[in-house]
């Protein structure tokens, strides 16, 4: 298994439908500091809406990379979606976490992947952009969170969003966290994972466990935080969103949405292009 540096880049054999010009489309491979093959996506932002006007003071230095929530994917139809949406306000990296699509490895639910994160941190940075913000979805959410309060020399963020992330590890209070607890822990569950939802999950518990989002929360300042969460996710109640805002007084800024079920189902195009032009006018 490959170590090299984290954002290295491979061509990818996967998927040549991608151009890989400089500031075209580009489509490759990242190496993790742990030596984990992540797919990835670089697309150009449009700075445009669908009127073909591109939103005030849209920049073409800043780079938007989106995370994605468990058993998702970089070519999830709702993963381009959101992507869709940001490139208006910036270029976008995707990519797809340990386990999950054309990725090596093997999920840890929110653990390991703060290196995936950074490895297309990295890469974005590498890409010549100036400005990244990173916008995540529940595990996604989680992960954003946990990067940057890492503040990495090279794969840091200038603006971090997190849509309806947990606050705290092993929460099972309702039914839906319940059925992902057995889908994790369970080996027919694993089994589950792998053949019906593409998703391959570590069979290991955390050892040790990492610092949980509202562990992480007060070292992200003075980095610029967005906490979104909808009132009625079905995962994870409102006490957690305002767990972690209440971890960071007077610095992370919370929009609880009326209506709003979970993460990127749940987000639609309005309030994406809220995040998006949150992004702009906060990134740096």
Known sequence: MST?????????TVRPH????????????LRTVDGVAIDAAYEPGSGADNTGRAPTGHPDDLVIVVAHGFTGDLERPHVRRVAGVLARYGAVVTFSFRGHGASG????????EVHDLAAAVRWARELGHSRV?????????????RHAALHQEGADTDAVASVSAPARWYYRGTAPMRRLHWLVTRPEGRLVGR?????????????????????????IAPTPLLIVHGDR?????????????????GHAELWLEP???????????????????WAVSHAG
């Open 18 to 29: 991608f151009e890989t010009t400089r500031r075209g489309p580009l489509r490759t491979v």
């Open 259 to 277: 209506g709003m079920g979970h993460a990127e189902h749940a987000a639609d195009d309005a309030l994406m292009a809220r995040i998006g032009a």
């Open 233 to 249: 996710d079905g995962y994870f109640p409102v006490d957690h969103p305002r767990m972690l805002v209440d971890a960071a007084p």
């Open 195 to 219: 053949y019906g939802l593409r998703t391959r999950i570590h069979h290991r518990d955390w050892d040790p466990v990492p610092a949980s989002p509202v562990q992480s929360v007060p070292l």
């Open 4 to 12: 090299g540096r984290a954002g290295h880049m491979a061509r990818s």
């Open 105 to 112: 490895g093997r999920s840890t639910v929110g653990d390991r």
């Open 133 to 145: 913000a990173t916008v995540g979805f529940s595990m996604g959410g989680s992960v954003v969170l």
